[in-house]
T-cell receptor, first 115, second 115 residues
C-alpha cells in the first residue's frame, strides 16, 4: 500500500533562514511525487512535482525538492524563507497519469516564520 | 495552470438540512473529480472519486447515502451533504482532472459549518 510520512508536524524558522521539510514515501512502483502548499482557509497550490529525470526539481516561489530513491525521500527546501511562506505543506504520491488517479497525502507540516 | 472553482466558498446551515457544494473545471473537461474532507490542522482525506456519467466510488467508511456525489457533466460535480449534523462541519476540497497536460487541479475549498 502506498503511504506518505511527513515526520515534522510543526517547524518554526526565522525569516531569511534556510528550510528543509521532510517527506518519506512508500510506493510499489515508480512514484510520482508532489509538494503542495495550503494557506489558511485556502485550497492547495502545487509547488513542484517529480516524475522522472533530474532528481533535483525546481518549483515556484523559490522552492526545490530532491528525490532520493535509496532513501525513499522527497524533501522540500528553500534557501531563504519569507514571512509569506508561513503555511501548511503537504507531500503527496501518486501513480502515472495522476490526472485521473487519486493522490495519497502526508499529514502535513505547518511552517511558522518568526521575524 | 487550469482553474477549478468551488461554490460556495463557505456555508452555514442548520442541523438536519442538506447542503450542495459545486466543483467546476473552468477551462478543461474533467472526466474525474475527487472529493476530499479536511479537518482542522489535519491532512486531506479522500471521500470519493467521481467519473463523469457513472456512479461515484466511495472510500471505506464514507457514507454514500449521506454524501451524495453527482458528476453529470465534464465540467461539474456536486457533493450534497444530506441531513447535515455538526460533526459534518469541515473543509471540503475537490480536485479535477485530467487536464490537457494530464494533471489534476484543486479547488479553493468550501468551509461547511453546521449549527
Amino acid at each position: 500500500a502506498q503511504s506518505v510520512t511527513q515526520p515534522d508536524i510543526h517547524i518554526t524558522v526565522s525569516e531569511g533562514a534556510s528550510l528543509e521539510l521532510r517527506c518519506n514515501y512508500s510506493y510499489g512502483a515508480t512514484p510520482y511525487l508532489f509538494w503542495y502548499v495550503q494557506s489558511p482557509g485556502q485550497g492547495l497550490q502545487l509547488l513542484l512535482k517529480y516524475f522522472s529525470g533530474d532528481t533535483l526539481v525546481q518549483g515556484i516561489k523559490g522552492f526545490e525538492a530532491e528525490f532520493k530513491r535509496s532513501q525513499s525521500s522527497f524533501n522540500l527546501r528553500k534557501p531563504s524563507v519569507h514571512w509569506s511562506d508561513a503555511a501548511e505543506y503537504f507531500c503527496a504520491v501518486g501513480p502515472p497519469n495522476f490526472g485521473n488517479e487519486k493522490l495519497t497525502f502526508g499529514t502535513g507540516t505547518r511552517l511558522t516564520i518568526i521575524p | 495552470g487550469a482553474v477549478v472553482s468551488q461554490h460556495p466558498s463557505w456555508v452555514i446551515c442548520k442541523s438536519g438540512t442538506s447542503v450542495k457544494i459545486e466543483c467546476r473545471s473552468l477551462d478543461f473537461q474533467a472526466t474525474t473529480m475527487f472529493w476530499y474532507r479536511q479537518f482542522p490542522k489535519q491532512s486531506l482525506m479522500l471521500m470519493a472519486t467521481s467519473n463523469e456519467g457513472s456512479k461515484a466510488t466511495y472510500e471505506q467508511g464514507v457514507e454514500k447515502d449521506k454524501f451524495l456525489i453527482n458528476h453529470a457533466s465534464l465540467t461539474l460535480s456536486t457533493l450534497t451533504v444530506t441531513s447535515a449534523h455538526p460533526e459534518d462541519s469541515s473543509f471540503y476540497i475537490c480536485s479535477a482532472g485530467p487536464s490537457q497536460n494530464n494533471e489534476q487541479f484543486f479547488g479553493p475549498g468550501t468551509r461547511l459549518t453546521v449549527l
